[in-house]
């Protein structure tokens, strides 16, 4: 049975796992409903193995255009340091239940992308954006800091330091073709087009095993922070030594072999 959301809708493709940011007239921002439902989604994917890939998109042309300061601000505003941050947690709870369930997650990515949006992205383990998408870190511009939602970490890892701080520093936004320039993007393409791709992707990422699939997701977050070049290999030596041992294997070769010769 499909849960049953206020602010997001989730389609359900056999083990594909369409989640859309459902609220269209307000850019799909995020509020203290949204904020809850993401946690509680991503939370309980960790155990659930039915779901193999999550695609993540915004309603009608837009990702989402980060916190709504409409509905939220004067509630932030009127907030003692205690009750903000216990806001402020859930807010990070949803990135760390994103980086740790071990389904790969796609965020298409079209119009605005900004503030707790761009967090959302950064989260996601690969981004396609349509065009016209625009990115920025619009905390900074709200009196707050850059650094929000795991963006300090997270940015300066996938672009480096120096357009981390800037982009981070400033609220500037990011094109679609200066973020697949600095890498952020793996690819830009026309909004029609954004659907389909993630479906041929989605069908790539089902061909590995499953649990294959989900510990190179561990293993590219462990890795992020390894300290050596030792340490990583360390972890995907015992991976492969995992994946590598028992009958299951020897079968895997055994069919790609028949694959290649046919």
Not at 54 to 83: E, H, I, N
Not at 152 to 177: D, H, I
């Amino acid at each position: 049975m499909v849960p049953a959301y206020k602010t997001l809708s989730l389609r359900k493709d056999g083990p594909v796992d369409w989640l859309t940011l459902d609220r269209p007239h307000a850019l799909n921002t995020l509020t203290i409903d949204m904020v809850e439902e993401l946690g509680r989604y991503f939370g309980a994917l960790e155990v659930d193995s039915s779901v193999r890939v999550v695609v993540l998109r915004g309603a009608a042309g837009q990702f989402c255009a980060g916190l709504d300061l409409k509905d939220m601000g004067p509630r932030l505003a009127s907030m003692d340091v205690t009750a903000m941050y216990a806001f402020q947690r859930r807010l990070s709870r949803i990135v760390l239940a994103m980086r740790r369930c071990p389904q790969p997650i796609v965020a298409l990515l079209e119009g605005a992308a900004c503030g707790g949006g761009l967090a959302l992205a950064l989260a996601s383990d690969i981004r396609y954006c349509a065009s016209d998408v625009r990115m920025n870190a619009a905390f900074i511009r709200i009196g707050l800091t850059g650094c929000d939602m795991g963006a300090s970490y997270l940015m300066q890892r996938l672009v480096g330091a120096s357009v981390a701080a800037e982009v981070l520093m400033t609220g500037r936004f990011l094109s679609a073709e200066r973020a697949q320039a600095l890498g952020l993007i793996s690819q830009v393409m026309a909004a029609s087009e954004l659907e389909s791709a993630a479906e041929l992707l989605a069908a790539d990422l089902l061909r590995a095993e499953p649990m294959a699939l989900a510990l190179t997701k561990q293993a590219l977050n462990a890795n992020l922070a390894a300290p050596s070049l030792e340490a990583a290999l360390e972890m995907e030596d015992r991976q492969q030594t995992l994946m590598a041992s028992g009958p299951e294997f020897a079968a895997r070769i055994r069919a790609f072999l028949s694959r290649g010769q046919n």
